[in-house]
């Protein structure tokens, strides 16, 4: 299943009991609303066979129907399809999560729970769930904690309030996320003068004490709130909250922001004046379940389509970074109070943030800014500051947490491909998971399906993927070994790459890519050509200083890698190319169909990338293909393109795909 489709279930399954237009579908994935009646047709297909249905209602969309809901859990199963659950993730295949998704509601909601809704909630079966439990029972029997369960009751944590609030902080405090955020606190001198697992003791006390229902990254968020708002007033600076009417604050909120208050002045030498106090009430209140029980889906909505541009422009997926997600959305909306009430909020990090990582400071400054919530206010560089900060932990997690998805490829048998294999394991086994070996003959879609790099002992170099290709030996020598390091580098977001690297790094691939795209190899269609028609005129193009038969042996090459797997990548753009090489230099040949055109039954082609790799030297070929690679998701600059379908036009657009 692409990742796209998993997207789009994810949003049919959010919204369950509710219709949802295809412009709306649309509008969250950033897709045409052709592209999303196309999937949803393709879905429904699948999904029917699997336990559900798509129930289609003129005027009013798509609405999800589960029918058997076993079936449909062991489908998402096998899709591996995760899907959210309130504040929680919930992994249908994992059940790491589901234990910590449990422990959420026994522990943070403080619920009772019945076993039957619980599996009904989750979509696994009754004997699954009780498999979970008896593992939590015997991870809290480790606290002095148990379960209870009685007879229409449910079930519930029994044993001392200390240890239950030993299980949370390890349970849902000890993660990366946390980590990633004390490490540039740390780097900021923070934890010499706040203990930031205090901070977050305090806080976890106070609002079980008030019942107040609020999750783990919200209490991370206000930790760090309470840890800038001391290092600020120790330095003689209190923030001015306008004159707050009770009817603003609710008094749940308010004097649980007392009772935190005045435990962190009796331990750390600092006096909470009244408006602080009053300000972290405001905090609190736009943070906790109880006074937000239902998101602001305008403010979700545009926070996706900021976070999507951003995973572009990282090439990370922050996107499915729940947690940061939501910790974002949970500092917009007392953010946006602040905004509507002239509050101005001191970050005394701003400056240390611009200057460790500006690239990060300026990506929040420059894609937040366009969100239409903000716009309109005066949005002022501490502000931005904290947002960017997010974002910094966020990529610093992605560093630790990011794995290499690689598929190894032999010629010789499995004896050598083991031997590749544990090679790579054992030198870069903190950076790369080998999803699976393969022979030369056995590559096919689903060894290609959720690849990040292909490392083969035979050259691969000539062929198209949409992945980096590393030809090594197999006893992965030393060049080798910085090959594939140059990978995992490239495949970390580039935030403190210094300005010359980047700038002499940018003219090397414009030049590679001005080698291999000319207004000489690019063609226009006012109607739509064959197939065959297409190939045999982009080749003719290509032609030029190559051998007599390089026409008819690459349209030949073409056809033997289309049996071997697919070179349509999109609904929209096909790259045919070689089996093995054919040219003497590197050059890509480019087909333009503003109406469209049918390849194997795919019906609206516009774009045709025809691929020819020199048999000589391909040094820049792949700056061209991983932009072809980019340009596949990028919809808006494709109807650019058809819009005014000349080449200097192309240019202007795709180049824009190397950077």
Same mark, same amino acid.
């Given at each position: 299943?692409?990742?796209?489709?998993?997207?789009?279930?994810?949003?049919?399954?959010?919204?369950?009991?509710?219709?949802?237009?295809?412009?709306?579908?649309?509008?969250?994935?950033?897709?045409?609303?052709?592209?999303?009646?196309?999937?949803?047709?393709?879905?429904?297909?699948?999904?029917?066979?699997?336990?559900?249905?798509?129930?289609?209602?003129?005027?009013?969309?798509?609405?999800?129907?589960?029918?058997?809901?076993?079936?449909?859990?062991?489908?998402?199963?096998?899709?591996?399809?995760?899907?959210?659950?309130?504040?929680?993730?919930?992994?249908?295949?994992?059940?790491?999560?589901?234990?910590?998704?449990?422990?959420?509601?026994?522990?943070?909601?403080?619920?009772?729970?019945?076993?039957?809704?619980?599996?009904?909630?989750?979509?696994?079966?009754?004997?699954?769930?009780?498999?979970?439990?008896?593992?939590?029972?015997?991870?809290?029997?480790?606290?002095?904690?148990?379960?209870?369960?009685?007879?229409?009751?449910?079930?519930?944590?029994?044993?001392?309030?200390?240890?239950?609030?030993?299980?949370?902080?390890?349970?849902?405090?000890?993660?990366?996320?946390?980590?990633?955020?004390? %490490?540039?606190?740390?780097?900021?001198?923070?934890?010499?003068?706040?203990?930031?697992?205090?901070?977050?003791?305090?806080?976890?006390?106070?609002?079980?004490?008030?019942?107040?229902?609020?999750?783990?990254?919200?209490?991370?968020?206000?930790?760090?709130?309470?840890?800038?708002?001391?290092?600020?007033?120790?330095?003689?600076?209190?923030?001015?909250?306008?004159?707050?009417?009770?009817?603003?604050?609710?008094?749940?909120?308010?004097?649980?922001?007392?009772?935190?208050?005045?435990?962190?002045?009796?331990?750390?030498?600092?006096?909470?004046?009244?408006?602080?106090?009053?300000?972290?009430?405001?905090?609190?209140?736009?943070?906790?379940?109880?006074?937000?029980?239902?998101?602001?889906?305008?403010?979700?909505? %545009?926070?996706?389509?900021?976070?999507?541009?951003?995973?572009?422009?990282?090439?990370?997926?922050?996107?499915?970074?729940?947690?940061?997600?939501?910790?974002?959305?949970?500092?917009?909306?007392?953010?946006?109070?602040?905004?509507?009430?002239?509050?101005?909020?001191?970050?005394?990090?701003?400056?240390?943030?611009?200057?460790?990582?500006?690239?990060?400071?300026?990506?929040?400054?420059?894609?937040?800014?366009?969100?239409?919530?903000?716009?309109?206010?005066?949005?002022?560089?501490?502000?931005?500051?904290?947002?960017?900060?997010?974002?910094?932990?966020?990529?610093?997690?992605?560093?630790?947490?990011?794995?290499?998805?690689?598929?190894?490829?032999?010629?010789?048998?499995?004896?050598?491909?083991?031997?590749?294999?544990?090679?790579?394991?054992?030198?870069?086994?903190?950076?790369?998971?080998?999803?699976?070996?393969?022979?030369?003959?056995?590559?096919?879609?689903?060894?290609?399906?959720?690849?990040?790099?292909?490392?083969?002992?035979?050259?691969?170099?000539?062929?198209?993927?949409?992945?980096?290709?590393?030809?090594?030996?197999?006893?992965?020598?030393?060049?080798?070994?910085?090959?594939?390091?140059?990978?995992?580098? %490239?495949?970390?977001?580039?935030?403190?790459?210094?300005?010359?690297?980047?700038?002499?790094?940018?003219?090397?691939?414009?030049?590679?890519?001005?080698?291999?795209?000319?207004?000489?190899?690019?063609?226009?269609?006012?109607?739509?050509?064959?197939?065959?028609?297409?190939?045999?005129?982009?080749?003719?193009?290509?032609?030029?200083?190559?051998?007599?038969?390089?026409?008819?042996?690459?349209?030949?090459?073409?056809?033997?890698?289309?049996?071997?797997?697919?070179?349509?990548?999109?609904?929209?753009?096909?790259?045919?190319?070689?089996?093995?090489?054919?040219?003497?230099?590197?050059?890509?040949?480019?087909?333009?169909?503003?109406?469209?055109?049918?390849?194997?039954?795919?019906?609206?082609?516009?774009?045709?990338?025809?691929?020819?790799?020199?048999?000589?030297?391909? %040094?820049?070929?792949?700056?061209?293909?991983?932009?072809?690679?980019?340009?596949?998701?990028?919809?808006?600059?494709?109807?650019?393109?058809?819009?005014?379908?000349?080449?200097?036009?192309?240019?202007?657009?795709?180049?824009?795909?190397?950077?």
């Amino acid at each position: 299943m692409k990742q796209t489709e998993k997207e789009l279930l994810r949003q049919l399954i959010d919204h369950q009991g509710e219709y949802l237009t295809s412009q709306y579908l649309a509008s969250e994935l950033l897709l045409s609303d052709r592209t999303i009646r196309n999937y949803l047709k393709t879905l429904n297909e699948v999904i029917e066979t699997n336990g559900g249905r798509l129930i289609a209602k003129q005027g009013q969309g798509y609405q999800l129907e589960v029918v058997n809901k076993l079936a449909f859990a062991l489908f998402l199963k096998q899709r591996e399809v995760t899907v959210e659950y309130g504040d929680q993730v919930t992994e249908f295949y994992g059940s790491e999560d589901r234990k910590k998704y449990i422990l959420n509601k026994l522990l943070l909601e403080d619920r009772a729970i019945v076993i039957d809704d619980l599996a009904e909630e989750l979509y696994i079966s009754r004997s699954s769930l009780v498999n979970d439990i008896q593992e939590i029972k015997e991870k809290l029997a480790e606290y002095s904690l148990k379960i209870v369960s009685k007879h229409k009751q449910g079930m519930w944590i029994e044993g001392q309030e200390q240890d239950k609030r030993h299980v949370i902080m390890d349970t849902f405090f000890g993660n990366k996320y946390t980590n990633s955020l004390k %490490e540039y606190l740390g780097n900021s001198q923070f934890f010499k003068e706040i203990n930031f697992e205090e901070l977050v003791i305090i806080i976890l006390d106070e609002i079980r004490e008030s019942k107040l229902k609020v999750s783990d990254f919200v209490i991370q968020n206000l930790a760090l709130h309470l840890a800038l708002a001391i290092k600020r007033m120790r330095a003689g600076f209190e923030i001015q909250v306008p004159e707050i009417t009770g009817e603003e604050i609710h008094e749940t909120e308010y004097q649980a922001a007392k009772n935190i208050t005045r435990r962190i002045e009796s331990i750390m030498n600092v006096r909470f004046p009244k408006d602080e106090i009053a300000y972290l009430a405001l905090h609190l209140m736009a943070k906790s379940n109880q006074s937000h029980k239902r998101e602001n889906q305008e403010l979700v909505t %545009e926070l996706m389509s900021v976070l999507k541009e951003l995973a572009q422009v990282l090439g990370q997926s922050i996107v499915e970074d729940y947690q940061f997600r939501n910790g974002l959305l949970n500092h917009l909306e007392p953010m946006l109070v602040r905004l509507k009430r002239g509050i101005a909020l001191e970050n005394p990090l701003t400056k240390e943030i611009k200057k460790e990582d500006p690239r990060a400071f300026e990506l929040t400054k420059h894609y937040f800014s366009q969100m239409p919530s903000l716009k309109g206010y005066k949005i002022n560089e501490d502000e931005w500051a904290y947002l960017a900060l997010h974002l910094m932990a966020a990529i610093e997690k992605n560093k630790v947490d990011c794995k290499l998805q690689a598929l190894i490829i032999c010629a010789t048998g499995y004896g050598s491909a083991q031997l590749l294999k544990n090679r790579v394991l054992s030198e870069f086994g903190k950076n790369i998971a080998v999803k699976q070996v393969k022979g030369y003959y056995e590559i096919d879609e689903q060894a290609l399906e959720d690849i990040d790099v292909i490392i083969s002992s035979i050259d691969l170099s000539t062929m198209f993927f949409k992945v980096p290709v590393l030809h090594v030996s197999v006893f992965l020598n030393d060049q080798d070994v910085q090959k594939i390091r140059k990978v995992i580098e %490239e495949h970390r977001p580039s935030c403190f790459v210094k300005p010359q690297e980047a700038l002499s790094f940018m003219k090397e691939k414009v030049s590679f890519y001005e080698e291999q795209i000319s207004r000489n190899w690019f063609k226009v269609y006012p109607s739509a050509p064959t197939k065959v028609q297409a190939i045999n005129d982009l080749l003719a193009l290509l032609q030029e200083d190559e051998t007599e038969n390089y026409t008819s042996e690459m349209a030949h090459q073409i056809e033997r890698r289309e049996k071997m797997g697919q070179i349509i990548f999109s609904e929209q753009v096909v790259v045919p190319h070689p089996a093995i090489p054919v040219g003497a230099t590197a050059k890509i040949a480019v087909g333009i169909i503003p109406d469209g055109m049918e390849w194997d039954e795919q019906g609206a082609i516009h774009f045709v990338f025809l691929v020819s790799p020199s048999c000589i030297e391909n %040094e820049g070929i792949t700056v061209v293909t991983k932009a072809i690679v980019k340009f596949i998701d990028r919809l808006d600059l494709q109807q650019q393109i058809l819009a005014e379908p000349t080449f200097e036009n192309f240019n202007e657009q795709f180049i824009k795909m190397i950077y």
